[in-house]
């Protein structure tokens, strides 16, 4: 099963939209599989939208690659999670920041981008470890 602590709902954007970090290197995929990584992401696109302010209808998700390499990536459970999450979580994600992104994962979005919809790929920035990153977040993200 997909453990929980990977996958944290803390605080919200500057306009109430929920914050969802995904600490990538917290994820281990030998236990996951098809059926349970697409009933997590259902489960996670729920309690996010339980948490929603009035009004609100996206989120904002933060994927912290940090310390994260081969072994927390399964490109089988990668590709039903990649569908899920443009089935599911297109309409609802407002902004994906990928921070802190090393060779393995720049290499990994390179081969899978072709496969994301026009509308994905324009949500999706990745962020670097330098000031001028940490910028960027601070510009959605309050420091509270």
Known sequence: MIDKNCFV???????GRPLLWMRIANFNCE????????QFMIYLLDHVKSIMKPNVDQMVMIYD???AGYANFSLEIGKVII??????????VYRMYITNAGFTV???YST??????QRAQQKIQFIGATE???KVLLQ???ID
Do not use: R, W, Y
């Open 9 to 15: 709902t803390h605080g919200f954007d500057k306009d």
């Open 31 to 38: 236990n996951v599989t098809k059926e349970n990584s697409i």
């Open 65 to 67: 690659m940090e310390n």
């Open 83 to 92: 569908k899920a999450s443009s089935e599911l979580f297109v309409s609802t």
């Open 106 to 108: 720049n290499c990994i």
């Open 112 to 117: 899978i981008k072709p496969f994301l919809p």
């Open 132 to 134: 001028q990153a940490g």
């Open 140 to 142: 959605q993200i309050p």
